[in-house]
């Protein structure tokens, strides 16, 4: 048992103010329930459930940072704008809103961050091209956490 993850499904349930929290994944299932708390909880999202009907606060992403990972290679962090579940599709059965490589624009979604029901899509900030997907689909994510690396387009190569 991972503890570093249940405490922070904890964290989560005490700054959604939850009764109840219970989730699952190929390697994890926890259920969580505060002691006299009624047994109604929020249950995220499965394998096969889906996401369409849900609301969508669209957030754009206001904090990034570079960080030199090589000699010439300057990253940018897209960060988690929020505590949450990250999500890198629609729908379970949807494609991918971006995968390594892509290349991508401001405004751009390029994934989602579920809260208490709410789908809040995340847009990029710059344009340029994926190098690496930081967050597994369905994961935990918490405020400010990395969940993308992006390699800027430079403006003077256009």
Known sequence: MDLKRVKRLMTIMEKENLAELELEDEEFKVKITKEGAPQIGAKFRSA?????????KKIPIKKFEKEKLGPDLKLV?????MVGFFYRSQTPTSPPYV???????PSQ?????EVMGVINEIEAKVSGEIKKILVEDGHPVEYGQPLFLIEPEEKGNV
């Open 99 to 105: 995968e390594v490589g892509d290349k991508i624009t």
């Open 77 to 81: 962090k897209l960060t988690s704008p």
């Open 48 to 56: 096969t459930s889906k996401l369409e009907g849900l609301p969508v």
């Open 109 to 113: 979604i390029v994934g989602a961050v």
